[in-house]
């Protein structure tokens, strides 16, 4: 059973600070993804990983950044949390090719105060 | 950038068929369509995806006319547990992440 864990489900955070979310997957895919989920907007692309130390931008990546320094590993960061970062963040990870089906993670919800 | 629509909601009633069309007017020639079902409080989940024609599994139909400017997913007989939100995604088949999209989501409402 593939399996993406997500380091927390629920999160509050002061603006400004910097804050990390974690995703780590276990079925050795070389894909990795970041999305934001908003009431109404569906889920956007934030950042997306296709191996180790590579990074792509999606369609919503001002404000943030990502490390993949394992394969199996693939971090978000909010350098300074504002408000409007008060989202569902997902994660999920895939096979080589965007075609292949995407394993979401049950998400976290990060609340910036 | 393939942008994709659906309807915000839909109602039905269990044992009916239902059929959610997406809206993906800018498909590229390399693009797969992908839906995703997602109850509250979990990531979306893959049902099923389809390049041209028709697709069948244990879950679903995918229907893709020629053109491929949209596509509808149809859910034979529904059960009150198939209400969630249902996903279409238009994405290429190389590396490029920017290239995914995915609609605003269709609530699906399955009622006794």
């Known amino acids: 059973d593939v399996k993406v864990t997500q380091s927390s489900r629920y999160l509050v955070k002061r603006t400004g600070e910097k804050v990390f979310l974690e995703c780590v997957q276990d079925?050795?895919?070389?894909?990795m993804f970041w999305y934001r989920q908003d009431p109404g907007l569906g889920l956007r692309l934030i950042y997306f990983?296709?191996?180790?130390?590579?990074?792509e931008k999606g369609d919503i990546p001002e404000g943030y950044s990502v490390s993949r320094e394992k394969k199996e590993r693939f971090s978000l960061i909010l350098e300074s949390a504002s408000t409007n970062q008060t989202s569902m963040y997902l994660c999920?990870?895939?096979?080589?090719?965007?075609?292949?089906?995407?394993?979401f993670g049950p998400g976290t919800r990060l609340t910036v105060t | 950038l393939a942008k994709t629509t659906q309807p915000i909601s839909m109602d039905s009633y269990e044992g009916q068929e239902v059929n959610i069309t997406c809206s993906h007017n800018?498909?590229?020639?390399?693009?797969?369509i992908t839906w995703y079902q997602q109850f509250p409080s979990q990531g979306p989940r893959f049902i099923i995806q389809?390049?041209?024609t028709k697709v069948t599994n244990e879950v679903a139909s995918l229907f893709i006319p020629a053109d491929r400017k949209s596509s509808t997913l149809s859910l034979p007989r529904v059960s009150l547990s198939d209400t969630a939100v249902y996903y279409c995604?238009?994405?290429?088949?190389?590396?490029?992440?920017?290239?995914?999209?995915f609609g605003g989501g269709t609530r699906l409402m399955v009622k006794p």
């Open positions: 999920a990870s895939s096979l080589p090719k965007i075609s292949y089906e995407q394993y």
């Open positions: 079925m050795d895919h070389e894909n």
């Open positions: 990983s296709y191996d180790v130390k590579m990074k």
């Open positions: 800018n498909i590229a020639t390399n693009d797969y």
């Open positions: 389809g390049y041209k």
């Open positions: 995604l238009v994405g290429a088949s190389n590396n490029a992440g920017n290239m995914l999209t």
